[in-house]
């Protein structure tokens, strides 16, 4: 891996991976956080997933094995070094080596869990749950309880409208959960 890959390092903000680009490498995030997004048919963003230090992204990979192109956004939650694995040495891995293969399986299973848990935030959680979920992860994430996000771009990322996030954000400050400032949050 050492001797096929190559260091990629990326600035928050800087977008990997866009929906519809064709991969030629798999990359596995070696330090940083990687947000991972899908749009549905009117150009909204859903958040799917987190991918931090060791992950890999199972779309990528799906990807990547089947030649398809991206249904996935990912962008650079933090600064971030990505180890970038040759396509054409994926399958030959799989085969070879049973480390590599249960990497991707456990990969794959850790994943599907938290698309899960993404489907059930949506479906059965009230918005208030979702954006106090939605702030916890950004702090674990990230490390730091100061999120720094303006409610427009919390509602996009939630996929509601800036008006519920900030009635929502209000009641979290008047219940003491967190604190509001000028395009940050503390989480208390």
Request: proline letters at 1%.
């Amino acid at each position: 891996m050492a001797d096929v890959g190559r260091l990629w390092k990326v600035k928050e903000g800087e977008v990997l991976i866009e929906i519809g680009q064709t991969l030629a490498a798999m990359p596995i995030v070696i330090s940083g956080a990687i947000r991972i997004l899908r749009d549905d048919e009117d150009g909204n963003e859903l958040f799917l997933y987190y991918l931090n230090n060791g992950d890999v992204c199972a779309m990528s990979m799906t990807c990547c094995i089947q030649k398809k192109v991206s249904e996935i956004r990912a962008i650079a939650e933090t600064d971030s070094e990505i180890w970038m694995v040759p396509l054409q040495l994926m399958d030959e891995w799989m085969k070879k080596y049973a480390s590599w293969r249960g990497y991707v399986l456990n990969s794959y299973n850790h994943r599907f869990e938290e698309l899960l848990d993404a489907i059930n935030s949506v479906a059965f959680m009230r918005m208030d749950e979702r954006l106090m979920k939605y702030l916890l992860d950004k702090k674990q994430n990230s490390g730091s309880y100061i999120i720094e996000q303006t409610h427009q771009e919390i509602a996009r990322a939630l996929n509601t409208s800036r008006v519920v996030i900030s009635r929502l954000l209000k009641q979290l400050e008047r219940d003491e959960k967190i604190e509001m400032h000028r395009n940050r949050i503390e989480i208390l």
